[in-house]
């Protein structure tokens, strides 16, 4: 055995130490979501549910008016944050990578400031400054306070495409007729649709599962996300986790089934922005 193939077995089962790490706790929720209440603490500990039962489904989720609300807010959010974030981050990658713009150093380090700050951070101000406009408790003002995280991140990442589309193509589009905003439509932007797709996912992910500016900038249940509706019912229901579970596993599901369908854009979006950066 060479040393080569030493070294990716050690990768190997320390990739599925980390899968593993990352995975127990999902089954584990759902696990505990379709067990009976008596069953979740026993010793010991059931790795099957048996039997399974939907109880837990049936009562705290599809007859629970509050968490419909909350996933419809959260979709609702999720959703404006998304198309909010394309219509500004876009064009604005764009014009960071291919126009004459000054400090754009400086630009992209103020965006990377952003994102290392903390939420709880910046939903205090935040807080101040939508109330005295009329945004607290309104979709608009918790949608702006989504995209105040999620555009410099996408602006991060889609720079490198624009980038990496070869100046000649822009050139020739020009020539044939194209101004700057149409050679930006029909060839840059089409080249760049990885990056775009990934930062659409990144952006709906991150609001789907925001608590902070949901929390702060939403006191009427009304306009709550499901995350603050979540915390909620764990005073409510105190030591019902099985209901806790299943109503878990229901906000996890979109997260899941858009990273299914979507994983191969996510992961090359991801990986060739970075070493196209």
């Not at 004459?100 to 939903?123: D, E, G, H």
């Not at 101004?179 to 609001?207: D, K």
């Not at 806790?244 to 899941?256: D, G, R, T, W």
Request: hydrophobic fraction near 55%; include cysteine.
């Amino acid at each position: 055995m060479t040393v080569t193939d030493t070294r990716r077995r050690w990768l190997f089962v320390l990739g599925l130490v980390v899968t593993a790490a990352y995975l127990i706790p999902v089954y584990w929720m759902v696990n505990t979501s379709f067990k009976e209440a008596g069953d979740i603490f026993a010793s010991p500990p059931h790795l099957v549910p048996l039997p399974p039962t939907v109880e837990s489904y049936e009562s705290a989720v599809f007859s629970d008016s509050d968490i419909a609300r909350g996933l419809t807010n959260s979709a609702i959010i999720a959703i404006g944050t998304t198309v909010v974030t394309l219509l500004i981050a876009v064009p604005a990658a764009y014009g960071l990578a291919r126009l004459r713009v000054r400090f754009v150093t400086v630009i992209l380090m103020l965006f990377l400031v952003v994102q290392m700050v903390p939420s709880v951070n910046l939903a205090l101000p935040m807080f101040i400054l939508f109330s005295s406009a009329g945004l607290v408790n309104s979709y608009v003002g918790l949608i702006i306070a989504n995209c105040a995280l999620a555009i410099p991140l996408a602006v991060t990442i889609l720079r490198p495409f624009f980038l990496s589309v070869p100046g000649e193509i822009v050139e020739a589009a020009k020539i044939d007729g194209c101004n700057e905003f149409s050679a930006f439509c029909r060839v840059a932007l089409p080249i760049s649709t990885p990056g775009v797709i990934t930062v659409a996912v990144v952006s709906f992910l991150g609001a789907w599962g925001e608590f902070v500016f949901g929390l702060a900038l939403a006191t009427d249940e009304k306009f709550q996300p499901v995350t603050v509706v979540l915390a909620g019912l764990t005073n409510a229901f105190g030591t019902r986790w099985n209901d806790l579970m299943a109503v878990s596993a229901i906000i996890a599901l979109p997260v899941i089934v858009v990273f299914i369908f979507l994983q191969r854009y996510i992961v090359a979006g991801l990986t060739e922005g970075a070493t196209k950066s």
